[in-house]
């Protein structure tokens, strides 16, 4: 901390060897400054007061109906964008500002001004603007005001209706994509079924479901099929049984006696051996067993192809047994029921067999319906969400309609001008009552700065430890400088010569605020 005292005190005595330096460039400055801020030109300033009323009775009642856009943040942003190029070239023309141009870099520089020198600013929360602008004529400012308020209050309805215009362009363009998606999702939904038209079933059901039914079905044909053939065999076997007795009576009748002597070695050989079959089988089974009710029926068939045999071997005594028996209406009755029996079995055959085929193909589908059920639900489901979409669109592009019509209607807000465009009675800049003291601390910081350059640029060793650090030499002594009486007298007399300089600088500069300030109030 002393040795940066040391340094500073230091520093002020070089700076007072050169003090006269200092003062003279501080007059100087002091006169510049003043001129300057005196030859400024005055300012006037021109501004007027809009009110936004962003509030409708319709907004409220068309709610849900309509998109309703955030009308302040809109004004808001108007205000913002407002001063922009395209907008500050249509306020010259309006203001009559470039009359005087000749060059387009002229026209550039004007525009560029403006664009700097506008100002549009929110006062509160209550949608009130102020727009303002400073010029060196009242008249002017207030011209340049007019135009911007005019711009300013045209610029929200074209916009809002280009916005309209462009959204429902866009939507029409949607919509139309939308229609093009889906006629190709139908064209490929109509495409699949035609391909998988085996797989379609009128009641909604799905592979497993088919099947399911389909193995129903056969097995009910199955099921008919049997009785079918059981009610056959049976019809079969009354059959049979009637042409035998009939033909033992037509026997017993005519070859009763000479039957029982002729003698057919293998017909009775097969007939014995059925015989002791049968009494084989009657030791294990009851009468009504298959194996002994089919025995006895090939022993009776037996007994019969003997008779046969036996009628021919005698056809001079005997008649035909068929023939007496085929006349009987039993017999007819019977064949009757054989024969249709006969062709209810032959037609469930074709049916059983028709549903096999029906089930083996569902069974084999039902390795590929996985694939062909996703790839079906991923045509349903980008068809689905492709005609949401549309739906979406189409209610938008009507609820946009609908926003456009409104707008124009209601409008987007409503300005009002609270205070028309004026332009103040006395200038507004520049503020020289701040100005001059401003250029008088200038001035003074001139002075003192030329006087510290100055002291560095010629300079004096004040003391033995300053010369000796900047040297870097041993110091062998030091010569004490003695003033006489005059030498005294001089460095007073020069010291209330500055100070007179000084406070002269001072006191004019005061004077002259004071003048300047009540000349001022006077012309207010």
């Known amino acids: 901390m002393d040795e940066l005292i040391r340094q500073l005190f230091t520093a002020s005595r070089a700076m007072w060897k050169h003090r006269w330096l200092g003062l003279g460039v501080a007059w100087v400055v002091t006169a510049i400054g003043t001129f300057v801020v005196l030859s400024v030109p005055d300012k006037y300033e021109a501004s007027a007061r809009i009110f936004v009323d962003t509030q409708s009775i319709l907004k409220p009642l068309m709610s849900g109906l309509a998109v309703q856009p955030n009308v302040e943040q809109q004004v808001v942003m108007l205000s913002r964008t407002l001063i922009s190029r395209p907008n500050v070239e249509k306020l010259i023309r309006m203001a009559d500002m470039d009359l005087k141009i000749q060059s387009k870099d002229a026209r550039d520089a004007l525009i560029d001004r403006l664009m700097k020198t506008l100002e549009i600013k929110n006062v509160g929360r209550d949608n009130l603007y102020v727009l303002s602008y400073r010029d060196a004529s009242p008249d002017k400012a207030k011209r340049v005001v007019q135009s911007l308020v005019s711009i300013f209050v045209e610029s929200s309805l074209g916009d809002t209706r280009k916005d309209s215009n462009t959204a429902r362009k866009f939507i029409d363009e949607q919509i139309k994509t939308y229609v093009a998606k889906l006629e190709e999702a139908e064209s490929r939904l109509k495409e699949f079924k035609v391909r998988n038209i085996e797989l379609q079933n009128a009641d909604g059901n799905d592979m497993a479901g088919q099947l399911s039914a389909v193995s129903a079905q056969l097995g ?60 084989m089988l009657l030791q294990r089974f009851t009468e009504e067993h298959p194996d002994i009710v089919w025995t006895r029926r090939v022993i009776k068939e037996l007994e019969a192809a003997k008779l046969e045999e036996v009628q021919e071997l005698r056809k001079v005594a005997m008649a035909n047994p068929a023939s007496a028996s085929g006349n009987s209406l039993v017999y007819q009755e019977l064949n009757r029921l054989l024969a249709t029996s006969e062709v209810q079995v032959a037609a469930l055959r074709a049916r059983v067999g028709e549903y096999e085929a029906r089930f083996s193909r569902a069974r084999e589908l039902m390795k590929t319906a996985p694939q062909i059920e996703a790839q079906f639900a991923q045509l349903n489901r980008d068809y689905d969400i492709n005609k949401k979409n549309y739906n979406d669109l189409v209610a938008r592009r009507e609820s946009a309609a609908l926003s456009g019509d409104l707008d124009t209607a209601a409008g987007v807000a409503n300005f009002r001008l609270i205070d028309p465009p004026r332009a103040s009675p006395n200038p507004v800049a520049p503020n020289r009552l701040l100005l001059l003291p401003l250029a008088l601390l200038a001035a003074l910081g001139a002075g003192l700065a030329t006087a510290f350059i100055a002291s560095q640029l010629r300079a004096v060793f004040f003391d033995a430890r300053s010369l000796r650090e900047v040297l870097g030499l041993p110091l062998l002594g030091v010569v004490t400088l003695v003033m006489d009486d005059a030498a005294l007298r001089q460095e007073k007399s020069g010291l209330k010569k500055f100070l007179a300089a000084s406070g002269g600088l001072v006191a004019i500069f005061i004077a002259g605020m004071i003048v300047f300030s009540i000349m001022s109030g006077r012309a207010g």
Request: no cysteine.
């Open 220 to 279: 009910q044909a199955r099921l008919e099929l049997r009785e079918a053939e059981n009610a056959r065999d049976a019809a079969r076997r009354q059959l049979e049984a009637e042409k035998t007795q009939n033909a033992d009576i037509t026997s017993r009748s005519l070859l009763q006696e000479s039957s029982l002597s002729v003698s057919t070695p293998e017909i009775d050989g097969r007939i014995d051996a059925q015989k002791r079959n049968l009494d």
